[in-house]
């Protein structure tokens, strides 16, 4: 998968993992419609940040979560 290119289909792929990585439980709350191609940079640094990183605060997953809804459309 090549993610320097801005398409809707790497947009899903990136949602996808970050929900995975972060176990989170509210599948729909966080959907890769939700966003556009304007936030791809933005959503690339958060999905680079999510997949380096083993394990998550309590914290850490709010943030996340926060920026995450600061992308939508």
Request: charged share 35%; hydrophobic share 35%; proline share 3%.
């Amino acid at each position: 998968m090549n993610l320097t290119e801005k398409s809707p289909e790497n947009i899903e792929y990136m949602i996808d993992g970050i929900k995975e990585k972060l176990k989170v439980v509210n599948i729909g709350a966080i959907k890769s419609t939700h966003f556009n191609e304007e936030m791809y940079e933005e959503l690339k640094d958060i999905y680079d940040f999510v997949m380096k990183k083993d394990n998550f605060s309590p914290r850490d997953m709010q943030a996340i979560v926060e920026e995450l809804g600061s992308l939508k459309k």
